[in-house]
């Protein structure tokens, strides 16, 4: 056992700095009403000392916690294996550290999960949230909401639509409002999709078809309206039997092209939801003879890197850019609660309302 090594106070950093108690605590919690000269002995002694302000205490006086929760509606096994939200964690974190605040990680698996998370933000540990991959019939923005909590969401959220009775799982198209005072980023899903539908169109193929990602989801829903925007104007392109749902993952589109191939022999290009369905859906064509893209072009869509670049053939895929999806909601929230506390002082509020739509690229490769 080690012994225990005393931490210096603020009383300590005090005496050393020659000012009161409470003109350390106003420097080191950033208030202001402190001259330069005095508050530059107190970083002096602060320094000098090795002084760490005590968080729980400076949480009491500043009514912040310098932390962030980044909530991802999906099990661990699925965030994990997936190289999209590496990406986007990773932009996230650089915001985040660049404004010296802590990110928590939060993931749900179930509805306990979910309980749990609603619980933790309503205990006022963080400072606001960061909420991404959510499906429809998902609990947690009311949670959120309940928790009075200021979010904001990655991908355009998709509740609030009652209008598609005939359609209960899929999320609602784009450009329906989804509710006042919702902020959100997201990237261009349904005109990135055109792009790629209207390349594979332009190589003159005829027969394309669409994996789609999990339809409880307003990406893969606008990615396959995107689809459909381009399909309408091709002869037999409205054959449903070209659509095959997936759900995101390399197995998924092993599975999907597999019923794509038994449906329709005469295939001639797939666009993915996006880059692990489109490897799916490689290795399959690989297995039953079909030269790619000479026999059936591929494209999918993120471009993540190396993925995308290390396919078998390499992938054309439509990029998006996650990492900065990432940042940009970080910086979104944190600005939103600097700007209510410029105004009501240590009270925190919601960034303002409204959603970021980034452009989309098409990235040529040998796949298509």
Request: hydrophobic residues 40%.
């Amino acid at each position: 056992m080690t012994e225990a090594v005393s931490r210096p106070t603020l009383e300590a950093v005090a005496a050393r700095a020659g000012v009161s108690r409470a003109t350390v605590s106003r420097v080191v919690n950033g208030g202001d009403g402190v001259r330069e000269p005095l508050a530059e002995r107190v970083r002096q002694a602060v320094a000098e000392l090795g002084y760490v302000p005590n968080q729980a205490a400076r949480s009491l006086v500043t009514k912040r916690h310098d932390a962030v929760a980044v909530v991802i509606a999906e099990p661990e096994t699925r965030v994990f294996a997936d190289p999209f939200f590496a990406l986007q964690l990773r932009g996230i974190s650089k915001e985040l550290t660049a404004h010296d605040n802590q990110l928590v990680l939060l993931l749900t698996e179930g509805r306990d999960d979910h309980a749990r998370v609603a619980r933790y933000l309503a205990g006022g540990h963080v400072d606001g949230a960061l909420v991404f991959s959510l499906h429809l019939d998902d609990p947690l923005p009311g949670l959120i909401h309940d928790a009075n909590v200021p979010t904001v969401f990655g991908g355009r959220p998709g509740w609030g639509d009652d209008s598609r009775d005939d359609e209960p799982r899929r999320a609602t198209r784009a450009g329906r409002s989804p509710g006042p005072g919702v902020v959100y980023v997201d990237c261009d899903n349904r005109g990135g999709a055109r792009t790629a539908v209207r390349h594979l169109v332009d190589l003159g193929r005829r027969r394309v078809a669409h994996l789609t990602g999990v339809l409880d989801q307003t990406s893969a829903v606008d990615r396959l309206d995107g689809y459909r925007d381009v399909m309408a104007e091709v002869p037999g392109g409205n054959d449903p039997r070209l659509v095959v749902e997936s759900d995101f993952t390399p197995a998924g589109g092993e599975r999907a092209m597999r019923e794509l191939l038994e449906r329709c022999q005469d295939v001639d290009a797939v666009f993915a939801a996006n880059d692990l369905t489109a490897l799916g859906a490689l290795r399959v064509l690989r297995e039953k003879g079909r030269r790619v893209p000479e026999d059936v072009a591929v494209i999918g869509f993120d471009d993540m890197l190396p993925v995308a670049e290390e396919a078998d053939p390499p992938l054309t895929t439509v990029r998006q850019d996650i990492e900065e999806m990432g940042r940009l909601m970080a910086r979104l929230l944190l600005h939103g609660l600097a700007d209510a506390r410029d105004r009501t002082g240590a009270s925190a509020g919601p960034p303002p309302a409204g959603g970021v739509i980034l452009p989309t690229t098409l990235i040529r490769r040998a796949s298509a």
